[in-house]
């Protein structure tokens, strides 16, 4: 479902190189749930979005259900991105000024779904919310910002979902009740998981958890 192969990428400091990947090659079946982990600043934020195609790497490629990133100019990963791949940020990212439901239906805006009001209210439903539907992100708590966030990343069905510490804002109790709207909600769309956190417990909830570690994936 996803390729990494042979994946390089660095960055400039001044007069330095400084290497995230030199050599980096994985995959993940479809429907697959994988936890990443790994120290900060050992490239976890840096992968995901190398994975979405919001920044490319330095040679290799990278490829989602076998369409190649590195043939595409940056509209063509832009509305591949759109359509394909759902994200949940540890910050919610919600857009202040709109309520729950216009924040759940923006993808929908980018990707022509059919419907997309009714489906961004049963999406709201689903992640128990429908009492909160014309509520301002400031009029929300923590875990019902994320909740809107979790229905905004599934509305156009995307194959993957990339959450990057998604749970890490949130109070223990408000975090597993998140985390486990998440994932029931993705095993019910079949939809494939990466996932970056710190935390064991939740990487334990996914099939597979990696340690990231001087540019490379270590399976735990």
């Excluded at 991105?81 to 759940?104: D, K, P, T």
């Excluded at 419907?115 to 992100?137: D, M, Q, T, W, Y």
């Amino acid at each position: 479902m996803l390729q990494i192969k042979s994946l390089k990428k660095s960055y400039t400091q001044g007069s330095q190189e400084v290497k995230i990947f030199e050599d980096l090659n994985f995959h993940v079946k479809k429907a697959q749930r994988v936890a990443i982990m790994g120290k900060s600043g050992s490239g976890k934020s840096t992968l995901l979005s190398l994975i979405s195609g919001i920044i490319k790497p330095n040679a290799g490629d990278i490829l989602l259900d076998e369409v190649s990133y590195k043939n595409m100019n940056e509209s063509e990963v832009n509305d591949f991105r759109a359509s394909n791949i759902g994200f949940v940020f540890q910050n919610f990212h919600l857009v202040s000024y709109l309520n729950a439901l216009e924040n759940v239906m923006l993808p929908a805006k980018v990707c022509n779904i059919s419907n997309p009001k009714e489906k961004a209210i049963e999406l709201l439903k689903s992640v128990g919310l429908e009492h909160r539907i014309e509520h301002l992100p400031s009029q929300l708590s923590g875990g019902e910002k994320q909740r809107v966030a979790i229905a905004r990343a599934l509305i156009h069905n995307p194959k993957l979902i990339l959450a990057d510490e998604p749970s890490g804002n949130l109070d223990e109790e408000t975090g597993i009740a998140v985390m486990d709207k998440l994932f029931e909600l993705i095993k019910k769309n079949n939809t494939t998981l990466i996932l970056v956190t710190h935390s064991k417990e939740v990487a334990a909830r996914c099939e597979d958890t990696y340690e990231l570690s001087l540019g490379k994936l270590n399976k735990c």
